[in-house]
């Protein structure tokens, strides 16, 4: 039976003045979310002053393991470093954590979940809920899919990601340079290693020992543990790209069974927040511009891979904002699951095992 949410139900955002944060506030009010107090944390530098939400004035108040006492749902993205120290300090005091870092995605005991691939995940929650790398989260819906119809033996995807993952910086440094470009002046690199105006950077986030970077790495371990796939095999190459918001992935898929890419249309439409955009011939396939500002995840260019035999073979396009579906909507989606299923409190304090090392299912 599932237990009625409490009441009154308070909800913070941590982080409430970054780009992701600023987003999950507007999600939160597009959505209505049904919150009767919304609270918004952030560090020393803006404590105290205010933010406007839905008319009212909120003042910011300082990120604290004491400020979490009252707050039932806390939604973070103020970077692995606060995630680590204060969402145990949240769970503690018995709020649950919505994580927006990477600081605790591949614990085993925390569930780390794209809304609408595996949400039974949250029922073992212990206070601390890992939302998905932007990159992993927009290619699990169609994997899903075809995961489900004809079971996955190989992924290999490469990305071609905006700038506005690396925060409001970047996106300032992108246009700095255009602008330079355009008046024939030097273009000045400061937060990438590189020039990202008219280039391609085959560089996100730091090398690890392997030869991929860590952001690749997160596309293989984050895609195994969401689709209870542990051994999967997976390769990514991430580049970044002088595009402001939305990541694009081209993803190639060998499959156990054979498919159509009629077949494979029919299973991406029928996704939740997936839609379907196919027409090459009318010039119609997935757009970062046209992808910022919606929640969902769109795909296209589907095709049969010839270089995989027995049409077990295939290659797709799929797009999404990465500062919506990629960060703040899902993680208020997964905030709303917790509110219908009557989930806010930890699994063992509803009587649901937490299985180490993965779901329980
Ligand atoms: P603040 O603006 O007060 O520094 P972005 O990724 O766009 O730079 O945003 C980072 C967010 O994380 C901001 O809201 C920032 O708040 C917040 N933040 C950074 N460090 C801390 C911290 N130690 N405690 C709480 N919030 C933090």
Not at 13 to 33: D, H, N, P, S, W
Not at 83 to 97: D, M, N, W, Y
Not at 264 to 284: H, K
Request: proline fraction near 6%.
């Amino acid at each position: 039976m599932p237990e009625t949410s409490p009441k009154p139900l308070v909800v913070a955002v941590v982080g409430a003045t970054g780009a992701v944060g600023r987003t999950m506030i507007q999600v939160l009010t597009e959505k209505r979310f049904p919150y009767t107090e919304l609270r918004l944390l952030a560090s020393a530098r803006s404590a105290g002053t205010t933010m406007t939400v839905a008319g009212r004035d909120i003042t910011v108040e300082l990120a604290t393991p004491e400020a979490f006492e009252g707050i039932d749902i806390a939604i973070f993205s103020a970077g692995g470093g606060t995630s680590r120290e204060l969402a145990p300090e949240a769970a503690r005091r018995g709020c649950v954590v919505v994580d927006n870092s990477s600081a605790w995605r591949m614990d085993p005991d925390v569930p780390l979940v794209v809304s609408q691939v595996n949400p039974d995940d949250l029922a073992w929650h212990e206070g601390i809920i890992a939302n998905p790398n932007c990159s992993t989260m927009q290619l699990m819906p169609p994997l899903m899919a075809l995961r489900d119809e004809v079971g996955l033996e190989r992924i290999v995807v490469d990305t071609y990601q905006a700038v506005a993952g690396t925060g409001q910086k970047a996106i300032v440094e992108l246009e700095a340079q255009v602008k330079a470009h355009a008046e024939g002046r030097v273009k000045v690199a400061s937060v990438y290693p590189h020039v990202i105006g008219f280039n391609a950077l085959p560089h996100i986030d730091v090398f690890l020992d392997n030869g991929y970077t860590k952001e690749e790495w997160k596309v293989v371990t984050e895609s195994r543990k969401i689709l209870h796939l542990p051994e999967l095999r997976v390769s990514c190459t991430a580049v970044r790209v002088p595009v402001f918001v939305s990541h694009s992935e081209a993803v190639h898929v060998e499959t156990r069974d054979p498919i159509t890419a009629e077949r494979a249309r029919e299973l991406f439409a029928a996704t939740p927040g997936v839609v379907v955009q196919d027409d090459p011939a009318n010039n119609l396939y997935p757009l970062a511009m046209d992808a910022a500002g919606s929640d969902l995840v769109f795909v296209g260019r589907v095709r049969q891979d010839p270089s995989i035999p027995d049409d077990r073979g295939l290659a797709f396009w799929v797009v999404s904002d990465n500062l919506r579906k990629g960060a703040a909507s899902n993680a208020v989606e997964i905030a709303e699951v917790l509110v219908e299923r009557g989930w806010i409190r930890k699994g063992s304090e509803r009587g649901v095992a937490t299985a180490s090392g993965g779901s329980p299912a």
